[in-house]
T-cell receptor, first 110, second 116 residues
Framework: LAKTTQPISMDSYEGQEVNITCSHN???????ITWYQQFPSQGPRFIIQ???TKVTNEVASLFIPADRKSSTLSLPRVSLSDTAVYYC???????????FGQGTELSVKP | GAVVSQHPSWVICKSGTSVKIECRSL??????MFWYRQFPKQSLMLMAT?????????EQGVEKDKFLINHASLTLSTLTVTSAHPEDSSFYIC????????????FGPGTRLLVL
């Protein structure tokens, strides 16, 4: 299972764009990259998933370079309610165990 | 996204008793569900993989006789913490993977267990 590495914490201010980069040097050919958001005392919430290039939804964008050894979650114009822990995971299509790393604790300040 | 529920959302029990936690996929079928445990200020730790109609697969270091998992239908998995002790107090979270679809995992809201 690919191991992921993320910054432990990040600080931002309301209205700014936040980019969280995740390294996954040992990603396998059939692995997808998935990002989750977790608030205290809640289960993780699915944000976005991608395989290569760029994926965008109503919440975030995910940038994946050609070598797929890293990915960047981009949150546009964050608000206080985006303060949470963000997890990057790689996930094979078969078997599908998700092994969580430490995550990135994002703090958005007014 | 798909909805996963857990019941109860929190439970307090005496040491030595058993506690059952239910995990349901509400609007999809899940042949595979996963159980995690999370201690304060820590990441989620995978405990076991629950497969419908077969025995669960436990991660290394997780006692299968203490954490009983049953996945009797495509929408329900249960985790029973047997003879609970204070060190079992934790936040238990399940996830379910959509069968035959994108195989994205969706997580339940979690169950807070406090063993006195």
């Amino acid at each position: 299972l690919a191991k992921t590495t993320q910054p432990i914490s990040m600080d931002s201010y309301e209205g700014q764009e936040v980019n969280i980069t995740c390294s996954h040097n040992n990603i396998a050919t059939n692995d997808y990259i998935t990002w989750y958001q977790q608030f205290p005392s809640q289960g993780p919430r699915f944000i976005i998933q991608g395989y290569k290039t760029k994926v965008t939804n109503e919440v975030a964008s995910l940038f994946i370079p050609a070598d797929r050894k890293s990915s960047t979650l981009s949150l546009p114009r964050v608000s206080l309610s985006d303060t949470a822990v963000y997890y990057c995971l790689v996930d094979g299509r078969q078997g599908g165990k998700l092994i969580f790393g430490q995550g990135t604790e994002l703090s958005v300040k007014p | 996204g798909a909805v996963v529920s857990q019941h109860p959302s929190w439970v307090i029990c005496k040491s030595g008793t058993s506690v059952k936690i239910e995990c349901r996929s509400l609007d999809f079928q899940a042949t595979t569900m996963f159980w995690y445990r999370q201690f304060p200020k820590q990441s989620l730790m995978l405990m076991a993989t629950s497969n419908e109609g077969s025995k669960a697969t436990y991660e290394q270091g997780v006692e299968k006789d203490k954490f009983l998992i049953n996945h009797a239908s495509l929408t329900l998995s249960t985790l029973t913490v047997t003879s609970a002790h204070p060190e079992d107090s934790s936040f238990y979270i399940c996830s379910a993977r959509i069968s035959g679809g994108t195989e994205t995992q969706y997580f339940g809201p979690g169950t807070r267990l406090l063993v006195l």
